[in-house]
């Protein structure tokens, strides 16, 4: 990618673009090949990267981010370099936001995994359960809302961000193993 490129790139696809190279290098890989690839990144390269992986993740919603976060071990681990990277770009509301979905995450952990547990072995859950999930949702909806509102606003900032550090950015979109 050159410089004229990625002037030429807005929001999702400006993102898209320089963070490609990093997420083919991790995905489905094993957690050694993912931390040193990780961990050859700078600070602003992560605070990207942590924020595209949140996003793609997110997409269905912060309930089902946490419920498939079950299937491999979780994802609640990522959320505090996920809050570190917005507060790095300037976003300390999305960051609230995330951090309010970690809080609700971890009051309900258990019953989640319950949930799940009882999905994967298709045994309904009993009235109560049902009614408890249904809440739940409801709370994790409200924090889909606050995400989806101000994501455009997260997205802007991080375009702005990448172009005050080009230079970084495009090491990191032309990346060579």
Not at 82 to 108: F, P
Not at 134 to 150: A, M, P, Q, S, Y
């Amino acid at each position: 990618m050159t410089k004229k490129e990625m002037y030429s790139l807005k929001g999702n696809e400006l993102i898209k673009s320089i963070v490609d190279f990093t997420i083919d290098q991790m995905r489905a890989k094993g957690e050694q090949k993912k931390k040193e690839v990780y961990n050859r990144l700078t600070i602003n390269q992560k605070s990207l990267l942590s924020f595209w992986i949140m996003y793609g993740h997110t997409l269905a919603g912060w309930f089902q981010f946490y419920l498939e976060g079950i299937i491999v071990g979780g994802y609640d681990h990522y959320i505090p370099e996920i809050r570190k990277g917005l507060i790095h770009v300037g976003d300390r509301t999305m960051a609230d936001i995330v951090a309010g979905s970690e809080k609700l995450y971890k009051q309900n952990r258990g019953f989640i995994s319950e949930v799940w547990d009882k999905t994967e072995k298709h045994i309904a859950l009993d009235e109560k359960k049902q009614i408890n999930l249904n809440g739940l949702k409801i709370e994790f909806k409200e924090i889909d809302r606050l995400f989806l509102v101000t994501l455009d606003s997260t997205i802007k900032k991080i375009e702005m961000y990448i172009r005050k550090y080009t230079d970084e950015y495009l090491a990191m979109a032309n990346s060579i193993e």
